[in-house]
């Protein structure tokens, strides 16, 4: 209704106009989420944007995803409808530091979470996401060391779950997951004692749900760790009626969306990702008419690049 559906049907008619494909983050505000013609997580998002046969890419998301879409797919055009959609955990590293660490462990391999630059990929041997960093790093030869990075709590899960040793993990952090406290997980635990904990692996409650399991708050079992799209299908097959979930609130609309009779409640509701909503209807409709803002990776980085985010998008 009103002027967002004249926006809509703009967006639509531009889009046919270009053979463009909206490709839009489970965190996306929702009426850029009812516009996506592919809703998902990083991997998801990634796996689309290799495969589509668009002409034209809309990616409502974040800098670095816009970039691995235009490394997987260097003859379309890909669109970033704000240049300044960021994201605080690929700011904390770079690629020079990278190089450094990696002059501290000749030889080890680099496992590079998807949330990082051009550059710090084009410094790696492997990219993961959230939905298969413990494959990624389970298809490395036991004896290899590793450097995994940036994200540092995402690190410690994956290693809790493969019991590897010879991990060594950057001391990055998303601000958004990092704000959810475990204590405040804590509190809405208690105030709904039969929901189930979803939990993003980047958040700090991601390590200490363990603890909570081990105090009592919460059945282990009753916990599940998981990337974005792996919450979304958990919060429709699970027979669990309230969820608690720890991650950016976005999500909440879709999986409210799908299961009206669940109940889905954030475990810190400001948990909210101001470069994920820097992305509106207009910029998007702006994106399309003006073409813009194009997204290229210079060809040195992005063939440097390319095989460690071939091999994420192959393993899991
Ligand atoms: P996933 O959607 O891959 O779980 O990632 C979450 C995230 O923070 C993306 O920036
Ligand atoms: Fe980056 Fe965190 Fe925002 Fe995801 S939620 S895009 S990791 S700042």
């Known amino acids: 209704d ?18 463009a494909v909206i490709l839009a983050h489970n965190y996306q505000r929702p009426e ?29 998301g974040v800098h670095f995803m816009a970039e691995t879409a235009a490394m997987l797919n260097p003859e379309k055009t890909v669109l970033l409808p704000d240049l300044e959609a960021g994201c605080s955990l690929a700011d904390s590293i770079t690629a020079d530091q990278l190089r450094a660490w990696k002059a501290e462990h000749p030889g080890a391999v680099v496992v ?11 410094e790696s041997d492997y990219c993961c996401t959230s939905s298969n960093a413990i ?27 493969t ?19 475990p204590s405040q997980v804590k509190t809405v635990l208690r105030e709904h004692p039969r929901a189930e904990l979803l939990v993003h692996p980047e958040c700090g409650c991601s390590t200490s749900s363990v603890y909570l399991a081990a105090e009592g708050v919460l059945p282990a079992d009753r916990t ?5 799209g792996g919450m979304l299908k958990h919060a429709s097959s699970s027979e669990a009626e309230e969820f608690i979930v720890a991650t950016e609130t976005g999500i909440l609309y879709q999986m409210q969306k799908r299961n009206p009779g669940k109940r889905f409640v954030a475990a810190n509701p400001d948990a909210i990702c101001p470069f994920m909503k820097r992305i509106t209807l207009d910029k998007v409709r702006d994106a399309l008419r003006e073409n813009r803002y194009v997204i290229t990776v210079p060809e040195d980085i992005a063939s440097r690049a390319r095989l460690a985010i071939e091999r994420m998008v192959a393993i899991g």
């Not at 590079?112 to 084009?122: G, L, M, R």
């Not at 790093?137 to 809790?160: C, H, K, T």
């Open 2 to 19: 009103g002027p967002a559906a004249g926006l809509t049907e703009e967006i639509h008619r531009l889009k046919r106009e270009k053979n």
């Open 32 to 60: 850029v989420q009812e516009l996506a013609d592919v809703l998902g997580d990083s991997l998801a998002l990634a796996r689309a944007a290799a495969k589509t046969d668009a002409d034209v890419i809309v990616f409502c």
């Open 112 to 122: 590079a979470y998807v949330n990082t630059s051009a550059e710090v990929k084009a």
């Open 135 to 161: 494959e990624v790093v389970r298809s490395i030869p036991e004896d290899r060391e590793i450097l995994f990075l940036p994200d540092m709590f995402l690190g410690a899960y994956v290693q809790r779950v």
């Open 163 to 181: 019991g590897r040793r010879n991990m060594h993990i950057w001391m990055g952090e998303c601000h958004v997951h990092a704000g959810i406290q």
């Open 224 to 228: 599940k760790i998981l990337s974005t």
